[in-house]
């Protein structure tokens, strides 16, 4: 079974910082291209960041540019998004997505593989 699980959510105070982990199981990441997504109450869902299946390419929503990092480790089968500098802008729920295709496309439709979500919030 082929399943995304998030994890590394939780509440920072605005300037801080989180990591999020998406460990896949039933299948192995370097075979799909992974997107970070998030979702926050009544907004529709938008695209974060977003790595090519061969690793060379990796994509940012214009919010989040030189703030956050997306990295993939294949021994771990795990894909990070590295978030710094957090304002209460970025409060949402995080998803992370596999596809098959081979771009890195920051659109929902393009993932057919998705977790359950973690929930940060940036807050004082």
């Known amino acids: 079974q082929l399943q995304l699980v998030e994890s590394g959510g939780g509440l920072v105070q605005p300037g801080g910082s989180l990591r999020l982990s998406c460990a896949a199981s039933?299948?192995?990441?370097?075979?799909?291209?992974i997107g970070w997504f998030r979702q926050a109450p009544g907004k529709e869902r938008e695209g974060v960041s977003c790595?090519?299946?061969?690793?060379?390419?990796?994509n940012y929503g214009d919010s989040v540019k030189g703030r956050f990092t997306i990295s993939r480790d294949n021994a771990k089968n795990t894909v990070y998004l590295e978030m710094n500098s957090l304002n209460p802008e970025d409060t949402a729920v995080y998803y992370c997505?596999?596809?098959?295709?081979?771009?890195?496309?920051?659109?929902?439709?393009?993932?057919?593989?998705w977790g359950q979500g973690t929930q940060v919030t940036v807050s004082s």
């Open positions: 790595l090519s299946l061969s690793g060379g390419r990796t």
């Open positions: 039933g299948f192995t990441l370097d075979y799909y291209a």
């Open positions: 997505a596999a596809g098959v295709s081979r771009r890195c496309v920051l659109l929902p439709p393009f993932y057919g593989y």
